[in-house]
């Protein structure tokens, strides 16, 4: 009521359809800031969690198959079984170097 005191009736229009212009804009510019900040920091949450991931899951791989090295040392200490192991594959597959290569090349980054 006190508007109406200094505007006629077009003035007032304009200035009310002027706020609420004013007032779309910046709902507007503040919807698409949110917007951005969401998608961006769902991108970064998704890039941290495939980090993260990545590494747990290569030292729970690595600690493992380590693991898995010493267990079949351990079972082909014995004279009967060492030819076997010491003969080809299994050699490769429970090799030490190959471990290192695979927990280094991960924790390199």
Do not use: T
């Not at 969690?49 to 693991?67: A, E, G, N």
């Not at 082909?76 to 080809?88: C, D, P, S, V």
């Amino acid at each position: 009521m006190f508007l109406f005191f200094f505007f006629n009736n077009f003035e007032l229009r304009i200035f009310l359809i002027s706020i609420r212009i004013r007032n779309f804009i910046n709902w507007a510019i503040f919807f698409a800031c949110a917007c951005l900040l969401f998608f961006f920091f769902k991108e970064i949450l998704e890039f941290m969690w495939i980090l993260f991931s990545f590494f747990f899951l290569s030292i729970h791989s690595d600690l493992f198959r380590f693991l898995d090295f010493v267990r079949i040392l351990l079972f082909f200490q014995k004279k009967g079984r060492r030819r076997i192991f010491f003969g080809g594959y299994l050699l490769f597959l429970f090799s030490p170097p190959l471990f290192e290569s695979c927990f280094y090349f991960y924790i390199c980054f």
